[in-house]
């Protein structure tokens, strides 16, 4: 330690900024001191235990997927059609009818003979590397606390979201790319906030893109300079540093400005790596046919992309605001929002196995919660149902062609081994080597952690 006038001892903090302007700068000189874009690994955190995952791709149905036309059949509901049985008396969004079958015809799949609905015979091919989860149950029957429960651990937006939870926890692969990017065409109804860090550093938070249009160029609009070169960039660039130098001396520990450092470093660098990540086109031919032309399709061959080189959280959210939320003609809407989402998901799934990914890379599907099993007015609709759903995971140290919990009869009610968001969150941690109740960070005058004080790790499904 050194002695101080001011403190009687120097931090090490303040040592890097008296001779280096803090780590911001350092990395940002160092950054302009080369023009190379090759991707490049950087230093990690140390995982709390041996890891079985090193990413994640987060297929996230905005709306909310039933669970009953999907992957959990109730052949109930059609004896006891119409019918209102006690078990339908739950807090839903609006007023519900009686029971309302299902028209899906549901087909045993895989080795494991688990059945899925017949609109998913792509995603059924790789039911043997799925861990299905048909008792998820949550805490509100509405989509923005819904919503932020699934994506934040909490019920309002003011926590971190996941992603950001696991770059704080474990860091980047590619120095190049975000480590956390959210695809999503538009907005949700929380909006940003769900892929927000909150009171994490900044630079935990999610790079959003609109995937509406997946040119590279209106994908990221500004990246590059067409005013300058790199050289001249370069120059601009290391006058900022002076400025922020001399900002940061008289400012120990300025977490917003190191952030926006950060940013600065990092579009710097997405000018050379951005251009070819993001460029699908790049793909043969013949395999964006196997993805398929769609908007959910091209966004899923670009999540692989991005995995592939290093980013660590990709979240895809299907479809602007919540496609999924089929409050009237569900049997058509479901259907076709089955369809849509079949083919992209199963080549996904193809082509992480073929290239050897699949093992370290985590992939998650559902919504913020499911749909009740009885009709919502006399408009073919289903109500939202937090009580009891579906969702499953796949790859990353997943034992695949299993299914964890039951639900009751109908499908309104988790019932055997439960299993509450906290209890995802906690196990999604762990297959990525953390231990969820040792991940924190002190704010506010207490430590916060994305599993709040709940949550267990649902062993069954872990391979």
Same mark, same amino acid.
Request: hydrophobic letters at 35%; one cysteine or more.
């Given at each position: 330690?050194? +002695?101080?006038?001011?403190?009687?001892?120097?931090?090490?903090?303040?040592?890097?900024?008296?001779?280096?302007?803090?780590?911001?700068?350092?990395?940002?000189?160092?950054?302009?001191?080369?023009?190379?874009?090759?991707?490049?690994?950087?230093?990690?955190?140390?995982?709390?235990?041996?890891?079985?995952?090193?990413?994640?791709?987060?297929?996230?149905?905005?709306?909310?997927?039933?669970?009953? *036309?999907?992957?959990?059949?109730?052949?109930?509901?059609?004896?006891?059609?119409?019918?209102?049985?006690?078990?339908?008396?739950?807090?839903?969004?609006?007023?519900?009818?009686?029971?309302?079958?299902?028209?899906?015809?549901?087909?045993?799949?895989?080795?494991?003979?688990?059945? &899925?609905?017949?609109?998913?015979?792509?995603?059924?091919?790789? &039911?043997?590397?799925?861990?299905?989860?048909?008792?998820?149950?949550?805490?509100?029957?509405?989509?923005?606390?819904?919503?932020?429960?699934?994506?934040?651990?909490?019920?309002?937006?003011?926590?971190?979201?996941?992603? @950001?939870?696991?770059?704080?926890?474990?860091?980047?692969?590619?120095?190049?790319?975000?480590?956390?990017?959210?695809?999503?065409?538009?907005? $949700?109804?929380?909006?940003?906030?769900?892929?927000?860090?909150?009171?994490?550093?900044?630079?935990?938070?999610?790079?959003?893109?609109?995937?509406?249009?997946?040119?590279?160029?209106?994908?990221?609009?500004?990246?590059?300079?067409?005013?300058?070169? $790199?050289?001249?960039?370069?120059?601009?660039? *290391?006058?900022?540093?002076?400025?922020?130098?001399?900002?940061?001396?008289?400012?120990?520990?300025?977490?917003?400005?190191?952030?926006?450092?950060? %940013?600065?470093?990092?579009?710097?660098?997405?000018?050379?790596?951005?251009?070819?990540?993001? *460029?699908?086109?790049?793909? $043969?031919?013949? #395999?964006?046919?196997?993805?398929?032309?769609?908007?959910?399709?091209? @966004?899923?061959?670009?999540?692989?992309?991005? @995995?592939?080189?290093?980013?660590?959280?990709?979240?895809?959210?299907?479809? +602007?605001?919540?496609?999924?939320?089929?409050?009237?003609?569900? *049997?058509? %809407?479901?259907?076709?929002?089955?369809?849509?989402?079949?083919?992209?998901?199963?080549?996904?799934?193809?082509?992480?196995?073929?290239?050897?990914?699949?093992?370290?890379? #985590?992939?998650?599907?559902?919504?913020?919660?499911?749909?009740?099993?009885?009709?919502?007015?006399?408009?073919?609709?289903?109500?939202?149902?937090?009580?009891?759903?579906?969702?499953?995971?796949?790859?990353?140290?997943?034992?695949?062609?299993?299914?964890?919990?039951? %639900?009751?009869?109908?499908?309104?009610?988790?019932?055997?081994?439960?299993?509450?968001?906290?209890?995802?969150?906690?196990?999604?941690?762990?297959?990525?080597?953390?231990?969820?109740?040792?991940?924190?960070?002190?704010? %506010?005058?207490?430590?916060?952690?994305?599993?709040?004080?709940?949550?267990?790790?649902?062993?069954?499904?872990?391979?």
């Amino acid at each position: 330690m050194i +002695n101080t006038s001011r403190h009687g001892i120097l931090t090490r903090r303040e040592i890097l900024q008296k001779v280096g302007s803090g780590f911001g700068m350092m990395s940002l000189a160092g950054m302009l001191s080369t023009l190379d874009a090759a991707p490049k690994k950087i230093p990690q955190q140390t995982p709390h235990f041996a890891p079985k995952a090193k990413r994640v791709i987060f297929l996230f149905m905005s709306g909310g997927p039933s669970q009953v *036309d999907t992957f959990d059949p109730k052949p109930a509901l059609k004896k006891y059609e119409g019918q209102r049985p006690a078990a339908a008396n739950i807090r839903t969004a609006s007023k519900t009818m009686g029971l309302l079958p299902s028209p899906v015809k549901f087909i045993n799949s895989g080795k494991s003979g688990i059945p &899925v609905s017949e609109h998913l015979p792509n995603i059924a091919k790789h &039911v043997d590397d799925m861990a299905i989860i048909r008792s998820m149950h949550t805490d509100f029957p509405n989509h923005a606390p819904a919503l932020c429960m699934m994506n934040l651990g909490t019920l309002t937006p003011t926590r971190p979201s996941l992603g @950001s939870w696991l770059t704080y926890g474990l860091g980047t692969e590619n120095q190049n790319l975000p480590g956390f990017l959210a695809l999503c065409p538009g907005k $949700p109804v929380v909006g940003p906030k769900l892929w927000g860090s909150a009171f994490l550093p900044g630079k935990h938070q999610a790079t959003h893109i609109n995937n509406k249009d997946l040119t590279p160029e209106k994908m990221i609009p500004y990246l590059k300079n067409e005013a300058l070169t $790199p050289e001249e960039q370069k120059k601009q660039l *290391d006058l900022v540093l002076a400025i922020n130098k001399q900002h940061l001396n008289n400012r120990v520990g300025d977490s917003a400005l190191e952030t926006r450092i950060k %940013s600065m470093e990092l579009a710097y660098r997405m000018q050379f790596a951005a251009t070819d990540a993001f *460029d699908i086109s790049q793909e $043969p031919e013949k #395999l964006q046919e196997a993805y398929g032309k769609s908007e959910f399709s091209k @966004s899923c061959l670009l999540a692989r992309r991005l @995995s592939e080189r290093g980013v660590r959280f990709v979240q895809v959210y299907y479809g +602007n605001r919540q496609p999924w939320d089929t409050h009237s003609n569900h *049997d058509k %809407s479901n259907e076709r929002l089955c369809k849509d989402i079949d083919r992209p998901i199963g080549q996904l799934m193809t082509d992480l196995k073929q290239r050897g990914l699949l093992d370290e890379t #985590l992939i998650v599907w559902g919504g913020e919660f499911g749909r009740t099993p009885t009709a919502q007015g006399g408009i073919n609709g289903r109500d939202h149902n937090p009580f009891g759903f579906c969702m499953w995971l796949a790859g990353g140290g997943i034992k695949g062609g299993v299914v964890h919990g039951e %639900s009751d009869e109908f499908g309104f009610r988790a019932m055997q081994d439960k299993v509450h968001v906290h209890d995802l969150h906690a196990t999604i941690l762990h297959l990525l080597g953390i231990d969820h109740e040792r991940l924190t960070y002190h704010y %506010s005058g207490r430590d916060f952690r994305l599993t709040d004080v709940a949550g267990e790790v649902v062993q069954n499904i872990i391979a």
